[in-house]
């Protein structure tokens, strides 16, 4: 049940732009998308509901394909804030949440 | 609103021991969930309790359990431990009254086993 994310590390130049995807081989109620920092707690960014719109956070946004079971992450004009661990956590209707692997990101100047 | 805690941050125990971690959710989340993170396998999912009862379950050995209590503090035991438990440990809480609502994590339990 644990959703699959790629790419696995990408390495982006500040102000470039960089899509996370994660796929799931299970039906979708929601995705949630959380960030984590070395050393720190996943903190939240977004959550996309079934039949939800399109989310967006600052120059983050992230859309959600309930046919396909897939998200992705949109970070546009990367900031060397933006450097982290990025996981989907896939929601079927269980009220848990299984996670991904991770996706790496490290934004350099 | 105080956020997710958990205690301890970390611990070191040997092998064939037993261990305790606790975890105090936001307030007004009945809902916790442990997760075991280890390099190279992300957050893999334990298990969530929900007024004081175990509600979903993930793929572990029974030397994972975990408890509730009715004030929504949830504890979680592992023993006879194993080298390969050594894991950073999070805790999760939610109020899934709400919709829209996501899980807000503690900042773990770094668990080394020797």
């Known amino acids: 049940q644990q959703p699959v994310q790629s790419p696995q590390a990408v390495i982006l130049r500040e102000g470039e732009d960089a899509v996370i995807n994660c796929s799931s081989s299970k039906a979708l109620y929601s995705v949630h998308w959380y960030r984590q920092k070395h050393g720190e707690a996943p903190v939240f960014l977004m959550i996309?509901?079934?039949?939800?719109e399109q989310k967006g956070h600052e120059k983050i946004s992230a859309s959600f394909n309930e046919k396909k079971q897939q998200s992705s992450l949109y970070l546009t004009a990367s900031q060397l804030s933006y450097s982290g661990t990025y996981f989907c956590g896939t929601e079927g209707g269980a009220n848990n949440l299984f996670f991904g692997t991770g996706t790496r990101l490290t934004v350099i100047p | 609103k105080a956020g997710v805690t958990q205690t301890p941050r970390y611990l070191i125990k040997t092998r064939g021991q037993q261990v305790t971690l606790s975890c105090s959710p936001i307030s007004g989340h009945r809902s916790v969930s442990w997760y075991q993170q280890t390099p190279g396998q992300g957050l893999q999912f334990l298990f969530e309790y929900f007024s004081e009862t175990q509600r979903n379950k993930g793929n572990f050995p029974g030397r994972f359990s975990g408890r509730q209590f009715s004030n929504s503090r949830s504890e979680m035991n592992v023993s006879t431990l194993e080298l390969g438990d050594s894991a950073l440990y999070l805790c999760?809480?939610?109020?899934?009254?709400?919709?829209?609502?996501?899980?807000?994590f503690g900042p773990g339990t770094r668990l080394l086993v020797l």
């Open positions: 999760a809480s939610r109020n899934p009254d709400l919709l829209q609502e996501t899980q807000y």
């Open positions: 996309l509901l079934k039949g939800g």
